[in-house]
């Protein structure tokens, strides 16, 4: 489906300000027998709405296609394991949460962070599309309703449940194409003192780090605080507080409630909002300048790679990410530069990376085969994985960064 008009404000989208490529979808990793079938690409470039500075994307990859059978799975990296518990601790003690109070989680995948609140005593519901996480996060007691939200869902799920205290969502709201409909089904959740928590990848991080690699199918829109605060105002809502994350390369967590609720707007989101004032992040020049380098960044590693090839050494990847995924298949780099990729999440072991044809295996393999140079595709969880192969680079492996710029451990 092609979108010509801004998800927040309906203008007319500009041409793209960057190109990755044509390439599937990020998290379909095929199988041995299925390497011979075609696989769909689909263009991935980017755009910014020229009025309220969304960035999105224009090509949208059926929803179908890309969650229905999910393998992002945060509750594989511990990382995200203390990241979340955290998050159900930080967010029972600002509200003063009550026991039976109801948490809702939108995107809630295999039930992770609904099992932090519940283990608090709270009411917890999860909605999820993906078959495959919501039987996992169900076999863990965590009650989860199959399928996408929307404002129908939200009828429904208040009739049956009641209002949540606390929806909760957790990079999701980047992957919605009809944000409106989102919103007002939140609007329809929420009463009068009921808060919306999103968090997602932050715009001003992608930028500065440079991390052209989360753009991919997924990921319809980069969020940046002005463009949500107009989109949200359109509905009657308003953020009170924003908190910046480590996580994902750079995050922010959002705080939403309706206009009438007794929380006032925090200095930290006007502070936040100054801060993208002074990084011009409503002129087109920011994301040309974004665009080159990004390019640069290609050239490098790409420069880098042949060098070290034709130097006779063996390179291997880390993380079979969806975000490593837009990095080779942009840098065109396929199973005769990259050896193969080594993952922790089983489904992925003894797959193929989407378009290039990478072979993925179990961690244990890096540290048996000793490749000469490892690319980190999951930068996200540099340090997890750099401590986790310690023994490999005290061995003489080397691990290879590709942004800001090019870095070698
Ligand atoms: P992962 C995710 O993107 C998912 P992805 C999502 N698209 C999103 O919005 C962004 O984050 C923000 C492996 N790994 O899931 C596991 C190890 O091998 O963080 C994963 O396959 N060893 C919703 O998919 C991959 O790395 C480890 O020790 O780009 C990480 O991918 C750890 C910790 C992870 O990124």
């Keep these: 489906?092609?979108?010509?008009?801004?998800?927040?404000?309906?203008?007319?989208l500009p041409a793209p300000f960057l190109s990755l490529?044509?390439?599937?979808?990020?998290?379909?990793?095929?199988?041995?027998?299925?390497?011979?079938?075609?696989?769909?690409?689909?263009?991935?470039?980017?755009?910014?709405c020229s009025d309220c500075w969304l960035v999105q994307l224009q090509k949208v990859v059926p929803p179908q296609i890309m969650f229905k059978n999910y393998v992002y799975i945060p509750s594989t990296s511990t990382t995200m394991q203390a990241h979340f518990k955290k998050m159900s601790r930080t967010v029972t003690k600002k509200f003063n949460l009550k026991k039976q109070d109801l948490v809702l989680d939108i995107g809630s995948n295999d039930g992770t962070l609904l099992t932090f609140f519940k283990e608090q005593g709270l009411r917890v519901?999860?909605?999820?599309?993906?078959?495959n996480l919501s039987l996992v996060a169900r076999l863990k007691g965590i009650d989860t309703i199959e399928g996408f939200f929307n404002s129908n869902l939200a009828e429904k799920i208040t009739k049956q449940f009641g209002h949540p205290k606390i929806i909760t969502a957790t990079n999701v709201l980047a992957h919605v194409s009809g944000l409106h409909d989102f919103v007002e089904g939140i609007k329809i959740l929420i009463k009068k003192n009921g808060c919306f928590i999103a968090q997602f990848p932050y715009l001003v991080d992608l930028l500065e780090k440079t991390q052209f690699d989360t753009i991919y199918h997924e990921h319809l829109s980069y969020f940046s605080l002005k463009p949500l605060i107009r989109l949200l105002d359109s509905h009657n809502l308003k953020i009170f507080d924003a908190q910046k994350e480590e996580v994902h390369g750079g995050s922010l967590t959002v705080y939403i409630s309706n206009k009438n609720s007794p929380y006032s707007v925090g200095p930290g989101v006007k502070e936040l909002v100054r801060r993208e004032d002074l990084k011009k992040l409503g002129e087109i020049k920011t994301y040309d300048d974004f665009a080159r380098r990004a390019k640069k960044i290609k050239s490098d590693l790409v420069n880098f790679l042949v060098k070290l090839k034709k130097n006779g050494k063996r390179i291997a990847g880390y993380g079979a990410a969806a975000k490593g995924n837009v990095l080779l298949s942009f840098c065109h780099l396929d199973n005769k530069t990259i050896d193969y990729i080594v993952d922790s999440i089983s489904f992925k072991q003894g797959r193929f990376t989407p378009g290039t044809h990478i072979p993925i295996y179990p961690e244990s393999f890096l540290e048996k085969d000793m490749p000469d140079y490892t690319l980190l595709l999951a930068w996200n969880f540099a340090g997890e994985i750099l401590k986790k192969q310690i023994n490999y680079i005290s061995k003489g492996g080397k691990f290879i960064f590709a942004h800001p710029n090019l870095i070698i451990t």
């Design 125 to 131: 519901l999860g909605v999820d599309p993906a078959s």
């Design 21 to 48: 490529g044509s390439m599937p979808a990020p998290n379909r990793f095929p199988a041995k027998e299925e390497l011979k079938n075609n696989e769909p690409g689909y263009p991935l470039s980017v755009s910014v």
């Design 1 to 12: 489906m092609n979108v010509k008009k801004c998800r927040i404000c309906s203008s007319r």
